[in-house]
């Protein structure tokens, strides 16, 4: 098992920044790959970005690519996900997976996930 916890959410204004954080505890967490999604009422998850289980490949949902950044802390088990010049459209709950070695873009391949962090965006 893995036990997943996600912070670091809020209000904030557009244009302004938040760090998600994803701390993880449970079976041996360098083994997974970190995936993290969003969600807003009435439509599915979407990814957002992932991390492979080794933090030294990255990917990107389309159009987050250089305003989010993910990074893995291999020694605190730790994922974070800095996001830059928000958008009132980023306002969702954001949550954290993961799933052994190689990251995914589909949430339904992850075996793992946190309760979520509410991210409010305003304009």
């Known amino acids: 098992q893995v036990q997943l916890v996600e912070s670091g959410g809020g209000l904030v204004q557009s244009g302004g920044s938040l760090r998600l954080s994803c701390a993880a505890s449970g079976r041996t967490f360098s083994n997974y790959a970190v995936g993290w999604f969003r969600q807003t009422p009435g439509k599915e998850r979407e990814f957002v970005a992932a991390?492979?289980?080794?933090?030294?490949?990255?990917y990107y949902g389309d159009s987050l690519k250089g305003r989010f950044t993910i990074s893995r802390d291999m020694t605190n088990n730790t994922v974070y996900l800095q996001m830059n010049t928000l958008k009132p459209e980023d306002t969702a709950v954001y949550y954290c997976?993961?799933?052994?070695?190689?990251?995914?873009?589909?949430?339904?391949?992850?075996?793992?996930w946190g309760q979520g962090t509410r991210v409010t965006v305003s304009s």
């Open positions: 997976a993961a799933r052994p070695v190689t990251w995914s873009t589909l949430s339904n391949v992850y075996n793992y």
């Open positions: 991390v492979n289980a080794g933090g030294d490949r990255t």
